[in-house]
T-cell receptor
């Protein structure tokens, strides 16, 4: 059983650009969530995908969008990058049927710097 | 509006002693509480959890206590080891894993040899 992987590890972009971050979930996990972790803060929920459909969203603008694919991979896309988008972006996958004790497993994150 | 609070940004404990990390929450609809540990350059790792119908859950050196009336939980690590030095996040969600998980800001624990 492989863990959750993310690419790239680090990324530098300039304001106004677009970025795509990638995540590969654990095999068999049908749910993926994306989080933004700013410096000195806890992870903030961006959105969650279940079987390729978005089924929950946090307080993030529409320029944050995502995709989930049948092969357990997913993407986070951010358009019109702003300086405040600089953060660690984490994806987490879980494989249960939505039960109380289902646990999310996190990837190592992608560090995005917007200049 | 911070629904999950960890009021101690950092904590230092001597090796072998008890580490107590505290967490408070405001949303009475939370049904499930989790603790994650995070090392630098790694993603958070699940540590231990507790359902709102329980007041204690134990796993080896780690015990989580929940006081629902006070909306307070704590993580006890006994005995503390240098390898426990990490950032600990308290998190909470509703009754299904489809509910969004709300994280606290974290407490950085340093265990001194």
């Amino acid at each position: 059983e492989t863990g959750v992987t993310q690419s790239p590890t680090h990324l530098i972009k300039t304001r106004g650009q677009q970025v795509t971050l990638r995540c590969s979930s654990q095999s068999g996990h049908n749910t993926v969530s994306w989080y933004q972790q700013a410096l000195g803060q806890g992870p903030q929920f961006i959105f969650q995908y279940y079987r390729e459909e978005e089924n929950g969203r946090g307080n993030f603008p529409p320029r944050f969008s995502g995709l989930q694919f049948p092969n357990y991979s997913s993407e986070l896309n951010v358009n019109a990058l702003e300086l405040d988008d600089s953060a660690l972006y984490l994806c987490a996958s879980s494989g249960g049927a939505g039960g109380l004790t289902d646990t999310q497993y996190f990837g190592p994150g992608t560090r995005l710097t917007v200049l | 509006d911070q629904q999950v609070k960890q009021n101690s940004p950092s904590l230092s404990v001597q090796e072998g002693r008890i580490s107590i990390l505290n967490c408070d929450y405001t949303n009475s609809m939370f049904d499930y509480f989790l603790w994650y540990k995070k090392y630098p350059a790694e993603g958070p790792t699940f540590l231990i959890s507790i359902s709102s119908i329980k007041d204690k859950n134990e796993d080896g050196r780690f015990t989580v206590f929940l006081n629902k009336s006070a909306k307070h939980l704590s993580l006890h690590i006994v005995p503390s080891q240098p390898g426990d030095s990490a950032v600990y996040f308290c998190a909470a969600r509703g009754e299904t894993s489809y509910d969004k998980v709300i994280f606290g800001p974290g407490t950085s624990l340093s265990v001194i040899p």
